[in-house]
């Protein structure tokens, strides 16, 4: 399976943006799914993570702006982007996983990046 992520550009500070990963099989084998983001200088850090149940998790920073989502009849993951701020400029890599028990772990299959960035 091979993700493909889209949607990334260029928003003002206060904008928004939503992020899509496109799957090309099914993604409901994949128990975990989830957004990470790198900044220029900095590790990747997980942003968002939904569970094939439907659990989610947010990094702290993003809590109240960014709503992840996955629909399994359409093999599409999203991440909508409220409130954007200037820190929120990163690459966006989709991730995918099968048997992760931890919302929070990454899994082995990973979408190319799609740039984000937040202008002030």
Not at 27 to 39: E, H
Not at 91 to 101: D, K, R, S
Request: hydrophobic share 35%; glycine share 14%; aromatic share 8%.
């Amino acid at each position: 399976v091979q993700l493909q992520a889209s949607g990334g550009g260029l928003v003002q500070a206060g904008g928004s943006l939503s992020l899509s990963c496109a799957a090309s099989g099914s993604i409901s084998r994949f128990s975990v799914m989830g957004w990470y983001r790198q900044a220029p200088g900095k590790q990747r850090e997980l942003v968002a993570a939904i569970s094939r149940g439907g659990s989610t998790y947010y990094e702290d920073s993003v809590k109240g702006r960014f709503t992840i989502s996955r629909d399994n009849a359409k093999n599409v993951m999203s991440l909508q982007m409220n409130s954007l701020k200037p820190e929120d400029t990163a690459v966006y890599y989709c991730n995918a996983g099968t048997g992760i028990l931890s919302i929070r772990t990454a899994g082995n299959y990973w979408g190319q990046g799609t740039l984000v960035t937040v202008s002030s």
